[in-house]
């Protein structure tokens, strides 16, 4: 990657862009949002262009590249945040 530290991040912001939001509200960091980018950006060869959640799909974004990437799944954050909101709302 020849980038200076703008274009990085404004290919990363790009990449998310086009990603599930759910991708994005999971995320800890914007750091990880970069790291997950970077991740992408190197083994763009076997994986697909778009992460929407662990599918197990042949190039599909598996457990084991996020938890390579970043350390967790976003998808699985971002599902507990629905679900704590879907019991806060039942309790009103």
């Known amino acids: 990657m020849d980038m200076n530290a703008r274009e990085q991040l404004a290919a990363a912001a790009h990449w998310l862009s086009y990603q599930h939001e759910d991708l994005s509200f999971g995320l800890k960091t914007p750091e990880d949002g970069l790291k997950l980018w970077r991740y992408a950006a190197e083994h763009d060869d076997g994986l697909v262009e778009f992460c929407d959640g662990v599918t197990g799909e042949r190039g599909d ?28 709302d039942a309790a009103s």
């Open 61 to 88: 974004w598996k457990l084991k590249h996020f938890k390579a990437a970043i350390g967790y799944n976003p998808f699985d954050r971002a599902m507990a945040f629905y679900n704590t909101q879907d019991q806060q």
